[in-house]
């Protein structure tokens, strides 16, 4: 099961962290979104020997990062844009596992003046 919390509403070049609980060990993780009328997109991933990447569209500007101690995966978002409003998503990497597991509600993140 994965719990996604910490969206909100934020002004242009704010600052959000999201964070994504799981009921079992996380392995690769995560994080995507869904603005309305688009497709889901991988925001950020981040394996288990803690090695991440992000696509271009937030390199500099997310951070992710993971506490194994808690099952949690987190997503640092600076200089928020309009752009980035979302429903985001965490769940397994695509990029290494084929199957995914079941979504989350996920949590609205709006970025608007």
């Known amino acids: 099961q994965l719990v996604e919390s910490g969206g909100g509403l934020v002004q242009p070049g704010g600052s959000l962290t999201l964070s994504c609980a799981t009921s079992g060990t996380i392995l690769s993780m995560a994080w995507y979104r869904q603005a309305p009328g688009q497709q889901r997109e991988l925001v950020a991933a981040?394996?288990?020997?803690?090695?991440?990447r992000y696509a271009d569209f937030v390199k500099g500007r997310f951070t992710i990062s993971r506490d194994n101690t808690k099952n949690t995966v987190y997503l640092q978002m600076n200089s928020l844009k309009p752009e980035d409003s979302a429903v985001y998503y965490c769940?397994?990497?695509?990029?290494?596992?084929?199957?995914?597991?079941?979504w989350g509600q996920g949590t609205q993140v709006t970025v608007s003046s």
């Open positions: 769940n397994l990497d695509s990029g290494t596992y084929s199957r995914l597991g079941s």
């Open positions: 981040i394996g288990s020997d803690r090695i991440t």
